[in-house]
């Protein structure tokens, strides 16, 4: 099962905690409504829309309400490190996908190190999640790190605590993605797969890149916010159907491109908007990958 962790940019949002699902338009945590906000929430809308298209149990979510003060995110650290009980079997898989966080390097460390105590668990990091990852020296716990090339400079940059603070040699190379995801790995920077997110997604193997997409190229989603997060939401519930994490991410990658075709965004299109085409964006993936 998938459960999704983060924060919504909500003032005095208790922590919440329950089932999620995402009906016309409408994202709901058990009897709670959230607003449709670019980050967690569309994480969360894109990952029940696409358990829904594939019939698996609906994603958890962990989430609380942060604007910027830690607070919420506190909440959500020290759950994790005192509370937390994957809310299934123990023999079935937890797929763990932690977005926004704001970092606190000392929380972090113990949460994450109470996560992995639980068996036959995969821990993913966008976003916040993936900063702290970083500066508490724990990406190498987690499986899948979702960066987009600026956040791949990050990674790159042994002395950068976030991303805000990239030295320039390094972030004149943001264009050169290949060097790196080298750079990131030979300073222990990165999870064991890397999805890096661009005009160009390249899927990454313990350093090495195994595959990428390009197609289809979608020129207008680029001026859509909120596309990173909706791919987040897809790899995540695909790897928790069963699929492994290289075939997920390529499999994601083109769900989330051919979403974007489907929709025929222009710039005033809102991501979730187009979280309805998960469906059949998943079906062209599948189409397109049969043999002839």
Known sequence: MLVIVGTIPIKDMPLTTDFCEFNDEKLKVGEADLPLIN???????????????????KPYAVLAGDIGTGEGSNKIYRFLRDSFKPPRDTSEKTVIAM???????LYAKDAIKAL??????TLIADAGSMYVAKAAKLSKDFDLFTPDPG???FLADPEAMHPAYVRSFIFDAINDVPALI??????FNAAKFLLVKGVTDFIVDNGEIVANVSEPCISALEAVGGTGDTLVGIVSTLIASGCDIPKAAVKAAKANRFMG???????ATKVWEMIQYIPKALEAVEKASAPN
């Open 39 to 57: 980050g967690t929430s569309a994480l969360v809308a894109t990952a029940a829309a696409t358990c829904s298209a594939l019939k698996i149990q």
């Open 99 to 105: 977005h926004y966080i704001k970092p606190n390097v």
């Open 116 to 121: 992995r105590k639980h068996a036959n668990t």
């Open 151 to 153: 956040e791949m400079a």
């Open 182 to 187: 080298k750079q990131a790995y030979q300073n």
């Open 261 to 267: 075709a489907l929709a025929k965004p222009t710039p």
